[in-house]
């Protein structure tokens, strides 16, 4: 419920637990007052008052005593006595950046709109919004603040809208999407980090008197960084604390920033990137921000991770996929990587077919001539040399075997060795007259341009239309350098980047709206675009690179904490393992894999009977779980021996899915129990041994886990509820 309180100027956000407080005081500015746990009856107007040196004094001429600074803003300018990192900056045509918004009106409706051009949740049927309206009296400009909560899902959405009224024009040089004050500094600042085949990694830092910034430059929202940001109590654990954080739906260079001020008082935004991004905003028109999504948990990770992923899974990703099971795939990548040949290919499928796969993913390679990444990115056709009766017949024979046909395309990208290149050499992202850099031997397509989209649009719609495609790997391989746009005046080069996501944005909502049907994967290297922008056009994405069973452990919890596991694509593949040449057992591979969308990264058709067996067994076991898994609630959970294992479970109304990954095995180690989490405790379970146990003593005593002398060793136990006795 969203209420408004004329007697104080509150705004009050009331979700199903969580409060979120603004008040407007009587000159008409916007302060935050609070976000946290829910409050029923009292709207805290004293707040404000017991902010000792804050009064406002002014006279016609000066405004002679008001600390901005000692208030907490909801939306903080730049330039005046609020001395801070403001939440926007605006240069007008006389030369300066001084800008004061005060509240002139505001709107509480029900439903949400959507934001034009832009990916962002889908409305609810309990969602309410509320739009504040700002002016400035100096400038003809106006802001509108837009808030929708999601009642039940116990979030918030935050964007902002800039209209320039004036009949000059006015240049944006920062918007975030939203900014929140929290009244201590005693907290931990928690975000993703990483790099390619290593994403997603929890940091936790106390915070001291300092700048924070969680940032891509890259183009793409990064593999270096997830457009995520958490502020937490110091004491916050999995189950217990609070936790504040914000994603970004947005695809592109972002910046995540914690400032602490010298009296200790905290703010956190979340936006574009302003370093690369100045926005000429002319008479008449309007700006919209990316969308944020503001959650809050009262205890610890866990919940927090439970709204992220109810909420994505219900209304940001493609609703005819986000309660679809999903396929179990062999990918032709680590299998094969160039060396495509349709006949081993045709015996992979088989092979894979007769283990229970149920769809053939032909990865690089199939298209051009490319037979390295020195070329033909850009020409979207078979290469005859492969595949010497056309793709149509190749398909057809993957559906004669009874799999599901999928392809790999990296849309954005243009080799210079290209017919694309060569037609239109002035479709890659370049500053004129300036040396333009290769990555992985390729360019990237100006997706600024209008023509450029408008070309993947018709290249990509005959590719899916002409065959019979299920399932798109949409791959996107390298950062962006030298980013400029032949199309763009000089003045708006500073707009590339935003401009590239929009285009970006609108050819993904042309394709993904033209072919419902198709299964869309999200990739950039991995998970160099693991975000909500993209979540919102393709349900899932490849997690990483890195396939190897060790590594992906962290990457996996990292992506969990915000992303569903119906999200998170996760292939067991060969040993020695191709990005870290670990050697890992198969069971503990298949046990990490069925973490996510499970699937295989190897040469099934090269397998001893031994092998086959196993992931036979694999793949059964997996589809006894799947829907657990896809459709299930996910608990991380703690382990015996901290840093040297990882468990978690997924539970559903039928079952518990438990899985444990030992790192390295210890010398006499005694036995140790894995206590589980999120049960029912009167529900009655029945082991994989047969023996039964109550909720409460799987989440009192835990389950025995055996003691092994190996490293890298793994269980699963799927626990089955059955009748009380
Ligand atoms: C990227 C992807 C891989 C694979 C290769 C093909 O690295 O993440 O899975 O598709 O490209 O070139």
């Known amino acids: 419920m969203i209420t408004f309180d004329e007697a104080t100027g509150i705004f009050h956000l009331q979700g199903k637990q969580t409060s979120y407080f603004m008040q407007k005081n009587e000159h008409n500015h916007l302060f935050h007052l609070y976000w946290g746990s829910r409050l029923a009856k009292r709207l805290p107007d004293y707040v404000l008052k017991e902010i000792k040196r804050a009064s406002y004094i002014a006279d016609t001429d000066h405004i002679k005593e008001y600390k901005l600074e000692r208030l907490p803003q909801e939306y903080p300018a730049f330039g005046n006595s609020d001395l801070r990192k403001p939440a926007y900056q605006l240069s007008f045509q006389n030369g300066t950046q001084i800008s004061d918004f005060r509240y002139i009106a505001h709107e509480i409706s029900e439903g949400k709109p959507s934001l034009e051009g832009l990916p962002s949740l889908r409305e609810s049927a309990d969602c309410e919004t509320l739009k504040i309206t700002l002016q400035d009296d100096y400038q003809q400009v106006s802001m509108f603040l837009f808030y929708t909560l999601y009642e039940e899902a116990d ?3 935050r964007h902002i809208e800039l209209r320039n009224n004036s009949s000059d024009k006015l240049e944006i040089n920062q918007l975030n999407s939203a900014c929140v004050e ?7 600042l928690l975000h993703l980090s990483g790099s390619w085949a290593r994403e997603t990694h929890i940091q936790r830092t106390p915070l001291s008197q300092l700048n924070y910034r969680v940032e891509s430059t890259r183009g793409s929202s990064s593999h270096e960084h997830n457009p ?3 502020l937490m109590d110091k004491e916050t654990t999995e189950t217990t604390g ?6 970004l739906v947005y695809s592109g260079n972002f910046e995540a920033t914690v400032d602490v001020e010298m009296q200790d008082a905290v703010r956190m935004q979340i936006g574009i990137n302003s370093t690369l991004f100045d926005w000429q905003l002319q008479p008449g028109k309007t700006f919209i921000s990316p969308e944020a999504v503001l959650v809050y948990s009262q205890h610890g990770l866990q919940e927090l991770t439970h ?7 219900n209304y940001l990703m493609p609703p005819k996929f986000a309660k679809k099971e999903r396929p179990i795939l062999v990918n032709s990548w680590e299998a094969c990587y160039f060396d495509l040949q349709e006949e081993s290919l045709l015996e992979l499928a088989s092979s894979s077919k007769e283990l229970g796969v149920e769809l053939f993913v032909l990865d690089d390679g199939w298209f051009g001539h490319r037979d390295d990444t020195s070329s033909s990115l850009g020409d979207w056709f078979v290469d005859k040399q492969k595949f010497p009766q056309g793709l149509e017949h190749f398909i057809n024979q993957i559906k004669q075997i009874g799999l599901d046909f999928g392809i790999w395309v990296e849309p954005e990208m243009i080799s210079e060795d290209s017919d694309l290149y060569r037609k239109h050499p002035d479709w890659c992202i370049e500053v004129p007259g300036r040396l333009k850099s290769y990555s992985r031997g390729q360019f990237v397509l100006d997706l600024a341009n209008a023509k450029v989209q408008d070309y993947l649009i018709e290249v990509l719609s005959e590719l899916f239309q002409r065959y019979d495609i ?11 350098t030298e980013a400029g746009s032949n199309i763009l005046t000089n003045s708006q080069q500073k707009e590339f980047y935003h401009r590239y996501i929009l285009g970006l944005y609108r050819v993904l909502e042309t394709v993904t709206e033209q072919f419902p049907e198709i299964l869309f994967e999200n990739c950039a290297g991995g998970g160099g675009r693991f975000d909500p922008g993209m979540m919102y056009y393709m349900p899932q994405t490849w997690t990483s690179d890195d396939t190897d069973a060790i590594e992906r452990l962290t990457i996996q919890e990292g992506s969990s904490l915000i992303y569903p596991a119906i999200s998170m694509g996760a292939h067991v593949s060969q040993v020695p393992n191709h990005q870290i040449g670990r050697v890992t057992p198969l069971n503990t591979r298949g046990v990490v894999a069925m973490q996510g969308n499970f699937g295989y990264e190897m040469d099934l058709s090269k397998l001893s009977t031994e092998e086959k067996q196993e992931i036979q067994a694999q793949i059964d076991q997996f589809k006894l779980i799947r829907s657990t898994v896809q459709l299930g609630k996910f608990y991380r959970l703690a ?8 468990a978690w479970l997924f539970i559903d109304d039928q079952q518990v899915v ?4 030992q790192i390295h095995a210890k010398p006499n180690s005694p036995s140790k129990r894995l206590k589980l989490t999120g049960l029912n405790s009167e529900t009655l379970y029945q082991l994989p041994s047969g023996e039964k146990r109550y909720g409460d003593e799987l989440m009192a005593f835990g389950l025995a886990i055996d003691v092994v002398h190996k490293d890298f060793y793994s269980q699963q136990w799927i626990l089955k509820k059955v009748e009380d006795e």
């Open 155 to 157: 979030i918030i959405t």
């Open 182 to 188: 929290l009244p201590t500094n005693d907290l931990d």
């Open 228 to 230: 995520f940001i958490a």
């Open 242 to 247: 609070s936790v504040y954080s914000m994603n």
């Open 307 to 313: 709204k992220y992923h109810q909420a994505y899974q």
């Open 470 to 480: 299920d399932y798109v790997k949409w791959d996107m391989n390298r950062s962006m």
């Open 639 to 646: 382990v015996p021996v901290k840093d040297n294992a990882k």
């Open 658 to 661: 438990v899985s444990y990954v």
